[in-house]
């Protein structure tokens, strides 16, 4: 599967986005860099492919999905009706929260589907290399790798990029989450992009913000756009799409009146 550029300039992406070990923050990736590829006028579709301990919907309050992803992939639904949208506007196509065996190696063909035409299709992985995993590296013609700043996670964000080297799968970049600048014991991104061969597209830093909008089931890039987090992920979803972003100035000063907003 190939990019496909679209009329009026719009292409036809799908990233997925991977991680060697869980809890990384694949998840919490998905839904901001999704909401912000969207602020910059992208037509975006955020995909559940963690169909095992699928989480999307939750981490945005949305519980209640009639026809998910596995029915899709099951045949017993079609992606049309897979189609939720979130009250910030960003649409999902969440995972049943049922556990059962569905045919992950049909998602290729269900991302190929023409109704996700003229979309940055972002989906969101399991972590590891089991078989669903590959499943999706084999799905996405283009990968962020997400990994913490600490030794095991980058082994492993390691391990993930070569096997993707060796499918038709384009890892575009490794994001850094959960970032402490002070902290003088987790590796140093440069190390990072030397030790893995591809570029750190963006830091992340661990953020307070992050956690409110998973309480308040919203984004945390809409819940206050100015956190580091926020910033952050519009600096990545800007660098993804070839735009160039420059943070507001006084950025803290906006961050503070945005923070008492909720
Ligand atoms: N930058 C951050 N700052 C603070 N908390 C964060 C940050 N990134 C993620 N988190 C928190 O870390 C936890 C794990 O994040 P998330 O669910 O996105 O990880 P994941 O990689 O999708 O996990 P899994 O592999 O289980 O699917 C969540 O509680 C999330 O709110
Ligand atoms: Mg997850």
């Not at 869980?22 to 975006?44: P, Y």
């Not at 995993?133 to 095991?152: D, G, R, Y």
């Amino acid at each position: 599967m190939s990019i496909r550029r679209q009329r009026g300039g719009k292409m036809t992406r799908v990233i997925g986005i991977v991680s060697g070990k869980g809890g990384v923050g694949k998840t919490t990736t998905t839904i901001n860099l999704a909401t912000a590829l969207m602020g910059f006028g992208q037509n975006v579709i955020a995909v559940d492919a963690d169909v095992k301990m699928s989480g999307l919907g939750l981490q945005l309050g949305m519980y209640h999905f009639p026809v998910t992803l596995n029915d899709v992939l099951m045949e017993r639904g079609y992606i049309q009706q897979a189609l939720y949208i979130h009250s910030s506007g960003l649409r999902i196509i969440p995972a049943s929260l049922c556990v059962e065996d569905v045919r992950v190696s049909r998602l290729k063909h269900v991302l190929s589907d023409p109704f996700l035409k003229d979309n940055i299709v972002v989906v969101d992985a399991p972590p590891g290399l089991e078989k669903n995993s590959i499943s999706i590296l084999k799905s996405c013609p283009e990968v962020l790798i997400v990994t913490t700043p600490e030794i095991p996670s980058i082994t492993d964000a390691m391990k993930i990029i070569c096997t993707a080297k060796k499918m038709d799968t384009k890892p575009i970049g490794i994001i850094v989450n959960m970032y402490k600048n002070r902290n003088s014991h987790q590796i140093n991104f440069k190390e990072i992009e030397s030790t893995c061969g591809i570029p750190v597209i963006g830091t992340i830093p661990e953020d307070k913000i992050i956690k409110k909008g998973l309480f308040f089931g919203v984004p945390s890039v809409l819940l206050n756009p100015y956190s580091p987090s926020s910033l952050a992920f519009k600096e990545i979803a800007a660098r993804i799409i070839g735009e160039n972003y420059i943070p507001p100035k006084f950025a803290f000063i906006k961050r503070f009146f945005g923070g008492l907003k909720k």
